[in-house]
């Protein structure tokens, strides 16, 4: 039988290629996106096409009914992958801004995965995947928010791999690192909304660097980053924490990945932050 897979941030990126991969590879995929023209957009692919926005309940809860609701209550498995980026020193981060980076990386997926757990549950089988990042492995500078919200998510994800043990369910981490995505332009437009830099005690920083680290890297500047892939990348792990028939916990993608959690297990953290605020 076809299974099937709820996969959010689908817009682009990460959630598009593993959509349209795992199709290709025999999955019935609902594909979900925040704006409506994004949906459109899916639904104009073929996909099964669902609005879903993390920040906002009661699209979380109907995107899960509806999707449930097509599968009969035989969803297979959710891909929480819809995540964004606020850049900056800590000190420069407004509240508001740091809500609403864990409304969408680690609120959303707590109730998504809280909605169609019960289905799950009732059928003895599923597969919860959370995407999270190197940067929930290894907390790097300028980077907080999304830090924070990724080590929450990795903890999150943790627990209840644990308390689900025998219940049929199985909860994964797929940890990125550097991938080729629009991530970099969508993090530019959260910095501009949220970070006063002009009037930072670190303007200084952000004239000597940190505008520079934020603007002026990636293949637009002529500085690709030699560890960064493809999304399929992601996707080929993806698949693999599908259908292992004894999934692993985390599924590395990158070179930096699997060096930030060896980094994690045999250095001191003294070191470790020297050679992130050195990177």
């Not at 959630?15 to 290709?24: E, F, I, P, S, T």
């Not at 000190?91 to 864990?102: G, H």
């Amino acid at each position: 039988m076809t299974k099937s897979i709820l996969i959010t941030g689908c817009s682009s990126g990460i959630g598009q290629d593993a959509a349209r991969g795992l199709r290709q590879h025999g999955w019935r995929v609902l594909a979900s996106a925040r704006q409506p023209e994004d949906v459109a957009r899916l639904a104009d692919e073929g996909f099964e096409a669902l609005q879903l926005d993390y920040a906002d309940q009661d699209s979380v809860e109907y995107a899960a009914a509806e999707a449930l609701e097509r599968t009969d209550g035989a969803l297979d498995a959710v891909f929480n992958n819809g995540a964004f980026a606020i850049p900056g020193p800590v000190e420069d981060i407004p509240r508001e801004a740091m809500r609403v980076q864990f409304e969408t990386n680690f609120m959303g997926p707590h109730a998504l995965t809280r909605a169609v757990l019960p289905a799950m549950r009732a059928r003895g089988t599923g597969r919860i995947i959370n995407c999270s990042s190197v940067l929930g492995l290894v907390a790097a500078p300028w980077r907080g928010p999304y830090n924070a919200s990724k080590f929450a998510l990795e903890g999150l994800s943790d627990t209840l791999r644990v308390e689900l043990e025998g219940s049929g369910i199985h909860v994964i981490l797929i940890e990125p690192g550097p991938i080729r995505t629009d991530f970099r332009k969508n993090a530019i437009k959260a910095f501009e909304r949220w970070v006063d830099w002009e009037n930072s005690a670190r303007a200084e920083d952000y004239r000597n660097g940190l505008l520079d680290k934020l603007y002026k890297r990636g293949p637009s500047a002529g500085k690709e980053d030699r560890f960064e892939l493809g999304p399929e990348a992601l996707t080929a792990k993806l698949i693999r924490a599908l259908e292992d028939p004894r999934p692993k916990p985390r599924y590395m993608v990158t070179t930096p990945t699997y060096v930030a959690a060896a980094m994690r297990r045999l250095l001191p953290a003294r070191l470790i932050d020297r050679l992130v605020r050195n990177a």
